[in-house]
């Protein structure tokens, strides 16, 4: 098993910046990818960002976040990063973690096995 727990939600105002943290523990491998994605009120959950596994890092963006989010990860730590510049109001959205237990890399919900509890990010206008 692999435990999720995220971290750095909050209030903010259009135009600021925040970063979300995601921590693994339990059976959590540094190869597998990582994966951001996020579900606002009455809306299917949508993918974000993900981050592929081991050195490489390859990383994908959500067309609608590119250029303004930056996911990243520190393998030492066991831990994903999503920073979020440039915020709007239609970033806000609870902001969930997840990981799979294979390499390849995936942008669909469905193929991710493990999820964090998830995180609230508001952002006012």
């Known amino acids: 098993q692999v435990q999720l727990v995220e971290s750095g939600g909050g209030l903010v105002q259009a135009g600021d910046s925040l970063k979300l943290s995601c921590a693994a523990a339990?059976?959590?491998?540094?190869?597998?990818?990582m994966g951001w994605f996020r579900q606002a009120p009455g809306k299917e959950r949508e993918f974000v960002a993900r981050?592929?596994?081991?050195?490489?890092?390859?990383?994908y963006y959500a067309d609608s976040v590119k250029g303004r989010f930056t996911i990243s990860r520190d393998n030492a730590k066991k831990m994903v990063f999503l920073l979020m510049n440039s915020l709007k109001p239609a970033d806000t959205a609870v902001y969930y973690c997840?990981?799979?237990?294979?390499?390849?890399?995936?942008?669909?919900?469905?193929?991710?096995?493990?999820w964090g509890q998830g995180t609230q990010v508001t952002v006012s206008s």
């Open positions: 339990g059976s959590f491998s540094n190869l597998y990818p």
């Open positions: 997840a990981t799979r237990p294979r390499t390849a890399e995936s942008t669909d919900a469905n193929d991710y096995t493990y």
């Open positions: 981050i592929s596994g081991g050195r490489g890092g390859s990383t």
